[in-house]
T-cell receptor
């Protein structure tokens, strides 16, 4: 079946550090891939997405590239801010499907 | 813009009590979902409604029922609450299957079952 595996947290970084959160997936066909972010006390919101191989999603300085050969969709940001402290979820949705499968989430703490 | 609205935001129940979580979206989306979020387990799909008039089970449907009241509203009912149902519940919506698939979430409902 379809599944998403992401690195365990928490991840603690100092402001302006480089961020990588690893995400790998198992799926048949060509799913769409997503990163969602959840700020404290809020629901999830879409951060970025990619719908086909080699696509790069980007938003708010975050980037992720859809790598079909390694079945990965790692999240990166060159310089994190305190305001980036949140929980990040990697997710996939099969093409033409209704269900989105989420990873367990990675909590990020950024220290000033 | 309201987006996806859930009520109530907080609820405490005793074991065996029943309750309904309400969800409404104003984006004219076809598909609606109920997820639960538990520490270390991400989000797990309870039930979903691909379109008005249809509902289907997700990963963890036991102990829950749903109703797609109309295109806007999708409710989740716990008939006899159990401590294992203590969780944060999220309603979400999306346009439908044949699109980018982005989910729009409500702010969540925190449920405690004693």
């Amino acid at each position: 079946g379809n599944s998403v595996t992401q690195m365990e947290g928490p991840v603690t970084l100092s402001e302006e550090a480089f961020l990588t959160i690893n995400c790998t997936y198992t799926a048949t066909g060509y799913p769409s891939l997503f990163w969602y972010v959840q700020y404290p006390g809020e629901g999830l919101q879409l951060l970025l997405k990619a719908t086909k191989a080699d696509d790069k999603g980007s938003n708010k300085g975050f980037e992720a590239t859809y790598r079909k050969e390694t079945t990965s969709f790692h999240l990166e940001k060159g310089s994190v801010q305190v305001s980036d402290s949140a929980v990040y979820f990697c997710a996939l949705r099969r093409a033409g499907g209704f269900k989105t499968i989420f990873g367990a989430g990675t909590r990020l703490f950024v220290k000033a | 813009n309201a987006g996806v609205t859930q009520t109530p935001k907080f609820q405490v129940l005793k074991t065996g009590q029943s309750m309904t979580l309400q969800c409404a979206q104003d984006m004219n989306h076809n598909s609606m979902y109920w997820y639960r979020q538990d520490p270390g387990m991400g989000l797990r799909l309870i039930y979903y409604s691909a379109s008005e008039g249809t509902t289907d089970k997700g990963e963890v449907p036991n102990g829950y029922n749903v109703s797609r009241l109309n295109k806007r509203e999708f409710s989740l009912r716990l008939e006899s609450a159990a401590p294992s149902q203590t969780s944060v519940y999220f309603c979400a919506s999306s346009e439908g299957a044949f699109n980018t698939g982005e989910l729009f979430f409500g702010e969540g409902s925190r449920l405690t079952v004693l």
